[in-house]
């Protein structure tokens, strides 16, 4: 979200007077606190008119073949540049729908929280909920707030699902992946966890890294209304970051990939960043980013399209399906040489020097 | 930042590629001693651009693969206790001790950081009195000047709960053991750039006028790494034994006195362990008796009993060149990188790691 709309929805949305400063156990009691807690929050705030009807669970009817996914988010800090949990939550269930060709509409919102989170952050974490929500045309339509006790857990963490029907054109499979499609991405690598390492570790660099957390529904959708069952796979590279999915996709498909490290966009500062920490920027974590792969026949198109969209305008086509090396991920380096990029046995570790 | 591109040219990597085809003539085994070396060979796939007269041996300079087990054990150790920090370098916690690694210790709830340098544990030790802070102190000359430094800064706040576990291990004592070798063939080596921007180059010369090898100081971009080897060839084929500086935009020949001054002050060279090769005499780093205070195995009553390592692992034999990791019967099945049964195949710049991926074996 931008800087702009960030002040916007603060003074959009003023925090309401309580007569508590920070959520304790009484909050997820089911009593009074907890009925304070959602009348003054989370139901106003999130207000529509499924929500409204507070009951068990939420009524909606499905038109047509439709997608449903889960995601549970513990970042940490839950504040950091270029956003929070909040959105992180809202956009990555909206994703990972449209990663799978849907038109996301219905999200479930789930919160775990521990005792003593500020109560000024929550609402700012529920308005920048609220932001999100609008800016991807989905509705918060059940939910679930849970205290836990100081200890047990981080200060708040966060259970997105949700539903939304496939568009008609949409046909997303990995198994209609050929050899000679190519593969697109869609923006700078690793900006997301280097944003998130560089405050967690207390590195300052010489301007801020920003995490790329933002819906991509919209994005999506207008490429499969262009170019509908050319596009055979849509896929966000988050945890694990690109060389992890790629990974998993060649062994999926049982065919090669081939990448070229001269064509990977990234940010200068990110870069550096990666090469300061030790830590390889393909296995970095991303938000706001998705690999597709297409027809070679519309790739250049499908390319221009997705750079004249405000989350594409650094893609770039950065490699192929081929026959060779079956199940494996290859990557040419910018001298030249070819090497395997293989699955991370665990998490990245720095290395000593 | 500057640095990031000039040494990653292709059309440079090309010439020195074609320069290097001209030059050689017969073949050649060529010891990188850096793990760092190591990285970078496998990162930019240097090997296979190389032609077929030129072998690189990935050298014993890993400070994760020669780690004694037995410190490895130390740390685990004294990261279970409860009033301990134990922090550590990142590629440390995944190397497997003699029952677990650092990372199931941490897994289990014992207390491991992730640190950068060795002065925020300092720190940590400052912000936490009543807990006993220890640095798990690795690495080679490189990482010796931060680590005497946190030393120097205790002893300075007078901390009386900051300790390191020191495990310092030298290059030239390494390259030696490496040429006294009689099975091992290497024909020239790499040099590890940053072991010689703090401890300059004097040390080479003996070595390389003894035992007859060209030593070339090497750094760590493609570039560099692949000058080093066209200059080592070069020697070879020429029949020099000369040691020469491809890295001099860092490397000065005296190296930096002022770290050297550092190391100096807190540590004594000491006949040391290298895992997988054995004890090499004044091969590393022991902290003096003015810093005993500091110095976590004296500090600490740590008694646990010598585990012998796993006898399938030929790590020694692969850090001196003298076999190869797929010559290992246990490289790809037992040893893996998700369930590693010595030390080289855990970290990237680890030898095994290295062809395991290479190699193009892939995980279930």
């Known amino acids: 979200m931008y800087q702009s709309d960030k002040i916007k929805m603060q003074l959009q949305c003023p925090m309401p007077k309580l007569d508590f400063d920070v959520i304790t156990l009484g909050h997820g009691s089911g009593g009074i606190l907890t009925n304070k807690l959602l009348d003054s929050g989370v139901f106003n705030i999130l207000s529509n008119p499924i929500l409204d009807e507070r009951h068990d669970g939420a009524f909606i009817n499905l038109e047509s073949k439709t997608a449903f996914s889960t995601d549970s988010f513990l970042v940490s800090p839950i504040f950091f540049p270029g956003g929070n949990?909040?959105?992180?939550?809202?956009?990555?269930?909206?994703?990972?729908?449209?990663?799978?060709?849907?038109?996301?509409?219905?999200?479930?919102?789930?919160?775990?929280?521990?005792?003593?989170?500020?109560?000024?952050?929550?609402?700012?974490?529920?308005?920048?909920?609220?932001?999100?929500?609008?800016?991807?045309?989905?509705?918060?339509?059940?939910?679930?707030?849970?205290?836990?006790?100081?200890?047990?857990?981080?200060?708040?963490?966060?259970?997105?699902?949700?539903?939304?029907?496939?568009?008609?054109?949409?046909?997303?499979?990995?198994?209609?992946?050929?050899?000679?499609?190519?593969?697109?991405?869609?923006?700078?690598?690793?900006?997301?966890?280097?944003?998130?390492?560089?405050v967690r570790e207390g590195l300052e660099f010489e301007s801020q890294i920003q995490s790329d957390t933002i819906n991509l529904n919209h994005t999506i959708i207008n490429l499969i209304e262009k170019f509908g069952s050319d596009i055979h796979l849509v896929t966000d590279p988050t945890r694990g970051g690109v060389a992890t999915v790629l990974n998993e996709i060649a062994k999926q498909i049982n065919l090669g990939i081939e990448i070229f490290q001269k064509d990977f966009p990234i940010e200068q500062q990110v870069a550096s960043a990666c090469e300061l920490l030790g830590l390889d920027p393909l296995y970095v974590a991303n938000e706001g980013l998705f690999l597709s792969f297409v027809s070679e026949n519309i790739a250049e198109n499908l390319l221009q399209e997705l750079q004249n969209d405000e989350n594409g305008i650094n893609a770039k086509i950065i490699g192929s399906v081929v026959k060779n090396h079956p199940k494996q991920v290859v990557l040419e380096s910018n001298i030249g040489g070819k090497r395997v990029v293989s699955m991370l046995p665990g998490e990245q570790l720095p290395r000593i020097c | 930042m500057k640095y990031m591109s000039e040494y990653r040219d292709p059309e440079l990597a090309k010439q020195y590629l074609e320069e290097i085809?001209?030059?050689?003539?017969?073949?050649?085994?060529?010891?990188?001693?850096?793990?760092?070396?190591?990285?970078?060979?496998?990162?930019?796939?240097?090997?296979?651009?190389?032609?077929?007269?030129?072998?690189?041996?990935?050298?014993?300079?890993?400070?994760?693969?020669?780690?004694?087990?037995?410190?490895?054990?130390?740390?685990?150790?004294?990261?279970?206790?409860?009033?301990?920090?134990?922090?550590?370098?990142?590629?440390?916690?995944?190397?497997?001790?003699?029952?677990?690694?650092?990372?199931?210790?941490?897994?289990?709830?014992?207390?491991?950081?992730?640190?950068?340098?060795?002065?925020?544990?300092?720190?940590?030790?400052?912000?936490?009195?009543?807990?006993?802070?220890?640095?798990?102190?690795?690495?080679?000359?490189?990482?010796?000047?931060?680590?005497?430094?946190?030393?120097?800064?205790?002893?300075?706040?007078?901390?009386?709960?900051?300790?390191?576990?020191?495990?310092?291990?030298?290059?030239?004592?390494?390259?030696?053991?490496?040429?006294?070798d009689d099975e091992s063939k290497i024909d020239g080596f790499l040099a590890a750039g940053h072991v010689c921007t703090i401890m300059g180059n004097s040390e080479y010369y003996p070595i390389a006028n003894k035992h007859n090898v060209p030593i070339v100081v090497t750094g760590f971009e493609p570039l560099d790494v692949l000058q080093g080897i066209l200059m080592v060839i070069r020697q070879l084929e020429n029949k020099e034994n000369k040691v020469e500086n491809q890295y001099a935009r860092i490397v000065r020949e005296e190296g930096n006195p002022n770290a050297q001054q550092i190391i100096f002050d807190v540590f004594q060279t000491q006949n040391q362990t290298w895992r997988g090769i054995g004890e090499i005499p004044e091969s590393g780093y022991g902290i003096k008796e003015k810093y005993k205070d500091f110095d976590a195995i004296k500090k600490f009553d740590i008694t646990i009993k010598e585990a012998p390592e796993n006898p399938d692992c030929i790590s020694g034999l692969i850090m001196k060149g003298i076999k190869k990791p797929f010559e290992c019967v246990q490289f790809g099945k037992k040893c893996k990188p998700t369930s590693p049964i010595g030390a080289p195949m855990v970290s990237s710049e680890g030898a095994c790691a290295a062809y395991y991926h290479f190699s193009g074996l892939i995980e279930a």
């Open chain 1, 85 to 198: 949990i909040g959105e992180l939550a809202i956009n990555g269930t909206v994703n990972d729908l449209a990663m799978c060709g849907a038109i996301p509409k219905h999200l479930s919102l789930s919160f775990i929280i521990e005792e003593g989170l500020k109560m000024s952050e929550f609402w700012e974490i529920l308005v920048s909920i609220k932001f999100a929500c609008e800016k991807s045309g989905v509705q918060i339509v059940t939910g679930d707030t849970k205290v836990v006790e100081k200890g047990k857990g981080d200060k708040i963490f966060i259970n997105t699902s949700g539903i939304g029907s496939i568009h008609p054109k949409a046909n997303i499979n990995a198994k209609n992946i050929n050899i000679g499609d190519k593969i697109i991405l869609s923006g700078n690598i690793a900006s997301h966890g280097m944003a998130i390492m560089s």
């Open chain 2, 21 to 180: 085809k001209r030059t050689v003539t017969k073949p050649w085994s060529i010891m990188e001693v850096c793990g760092g070396q190591t990285h970078s060979l496998v990162k930019n796939g240097i090997i296979e651009m190389l032609p077929k007269e030129v072998t690189m041996i990935h050298g014993p300079g890993c400070p994760v693969c020669v780690t004694p087990l037995r410190l490895i054990d130390k740390a685990i150790h004294l990261a279970q206790q409860k009033n301990v920090i134990l922090c550590s370098f990142g590629d440390m916690l995944r190397v497997p001790g003699s029952e677990k690694s650092l990372l199931e210790a941490k897994a289990e709830g014992g207390d491991i950081r992730i640190l950068y340098s060795p002065l925020e544990a300092v720190k940590i030790a400052e912000e936490n009195p009543n807990k006993e802070v220890v640095f798990f102190a690795v690495g080679f000359e490189t990482t010796a000047p931060a680590n005497a430094l946190s030393v120097i800064h205790a002893h300075r706040k007078n901390l009386k709960n900051y300790s390191i576990l020191a495990s310092h291990v030298l290059v030239p004592p390494a390259i030696k053991a490496v040429i006294n």
